[in-house]
DNA sequence: CTTACCGCCTGTCGGC
DNA sequence: TGCCGACAGGCGGTAA
């Protein structure tokens, strides 16, 4: 599942062929998913990438006459490959270069591929909070937009409203580290605690993105899993395993659908 | 305004 | 071995 590292890792690994250079065209194999492909996508030829950017876990590709909106739901990877490359399974779009194509594959579909005149002002861009990494992101905003808010913190923090980028693996940790429980109503938690909070959940994107750009270095995106971050999971994935402070039986619940594993000695 | 829940998809996994 | 249902999960949309 791509979160915020691999999404920057993909943007990084794609940047090399795209930026600055000029997009034949993109051909859609498949256009159903999650919304339909822009139709402006479809019918773009011969324009120069200006810019390339991130926000939350979109990748933005701007043009002189707007931008296009590339998300990898959960399933998605982008890889650079050569025009007689064969096209794999779940191969749907194709950003044409002149000597690459650039394909979006993703089996569940849930990702997109849209067109924006102003990508800042789209309705899946324009309500995003911070990104996490910036300074922007700190203990006194997440305190403040959290007051007279009963939300669990787990799903307050992957609220993309609140912060963007922070997904079930990275909250779940980031919970850990900093010794909070995942169901504590957001609004009771105090500042001091919040500040541990944002260095634990900076300190963790910060470090998934260093991994991500080496150990995805020969190719871009990677198989949807989070092999390469794995091994230093401390709870995700670890439910029945001894906590690694403590030593108690790590816990699995669920919240709102996802699953949450924590320590119930050291979360309070 | 907040919160809860739905559904889009397919690969994987457990049970039989 | 193979079938089949449950599940995973980002996140917008909608209902309460």
Not at 80 to 100: A, G, M, R, Y
Not at 225 to 242: I, R
Request: glycine residues 8%; contains cysteine; charged residues 25%.
């Amino acid at each position: 599942m791509p979160e915020l590292p691999e999404v920057e890792t993909s943007l990084k690994g794609i940047e090399p062929y795209l930026l600055n250079q000029t997009l034949k065209k993109v051909e859609v194999r498949n256009p159903n998913l999650r919304w339909p492909v822009s139709q402006q996508v479809h019918t773009l030829v011969d324009a120069n990438v200006k810019n390339m950017r991130r926000r939350g876990k979109y990748i933005i590709l701007e043009f002189d006459a707007g931008a296009i909106l590339v998300h990898l739901g959960m399933s998605g990877s982008l890889r650079v490959l050569s025009h007689d490359s064969p096209v794999e399974k779940h191969d749907h779009i194709d950003f044409i270069t002149q000597d690459k194509r650039i394909c979006l594959n993703d089996p569940r579909r849930f990702g997109c591929v849209l067109w924006s005149e102003d990508w800042s002002k789209h309705k899946l861009i324009s309500h995003l909070g911070p990104e996490p990494l910036s300074k922007a992101f700190d203990a006194d905003y997440l305190h403040r937009k959290a007051k007279g808010r009963n939300v669990a913190v787990k799903q307050y923090i992957m609220d993309s409203g609140i912060v963007v980028g922070v997904g079930n693996i990275y909250a779940n940790e980031a919970l850990f580290k900093a010794g909070i429980h995942p169901m504590r109503a957001a609004g009771n938690i105090a500042l001091k605690r919040y500040e541990v909070l944002v260095e634990k959940i900076k300190a963790v994107l910060a470090a998934a993105i260093k991994q991500g750009g080496t150990t995805l270095r020969d190719y871009v995106g990677g198989d949807g899993k989070p092999g390469y971050f794995k091994q230093q999971l401390l709870v995700y994935g670890c439910q029945g395993k001894p906590c690694v402070s403590c030593g108690a039986s790590l816990k699995e619940i669920r919240q709102g659908g996802r699953s949450t594993v924590y320590c119930v000695v050291c979360q309070t």
